[in-house]
């Protein structure tokens, strides 16, 4: 069982940046892949951004556009999402997760996610 703990989330203005970042605990946190996603109010949960243990080749969705930036320090078992730039339609809850599969496949859909954190709000005004 792994345990999630999002943080770094809040109100910011437009074309500023914060950095989510998300702590694991209970498991063995280099063997999984961990992803981002958000959730806006009325809308699904979306996919942000991935990478695995190996940090080869970041899968990240396409309105990022260059903005956001996943990274992970397996030594002090977290994630990161420095997120640059940001617009008002960031507006959400950002949620990490874990993927027991810990490849360099296009995974996206939050089915293939095994563990999630509570999130985190991030708030972007125009």
């Known amino acids: 069982q792994v345990q999630l703990v999002e943080s770094g989330g809040g109100l910011v203005q437009a074309g500023g940046s914060l950095r989510l970042s998300c702590a694991a605990a209970?498991?063995?946190?280099?063997?999984?892949?961990m992803g981002w996603f958000r959730q806006a109010p009325g809308k699904e949960r979306e996919f942000v951004a991935r990478?695995?243990?190996?940090?080869?080749?970041?899968l990240y969705a396409d309105f990022v556009e260059g903005r956001f930036t996943i990274s992970r320090d397996n030594a002090k078992n977290t994630v990161y999402l420095q997120m640059n730039s940001l617009k008002p339609e960031d507006t959400a809850v950002y949620y990490c997760?874990?993927?027991?599969?810990?490849?360099?496949?296009?995974?996206?859909?939050?089915?293939?996610?095994?563990?999630w954190g509570q999130g985190t709000q991030v708030t972007v005004s125009s």
């Open positions: 997760a874990a993927d027991r599969f810990n490849v360099n496949n296009d995974r996206r859909r939050l089915s293939e996610y095994d563990y």
């Open positions: 209970g498991g063995t946190f280099s063997s999984y892949a």
């Open positions: 990478i695995t243990w190996s940090l080869r080749r970041p």
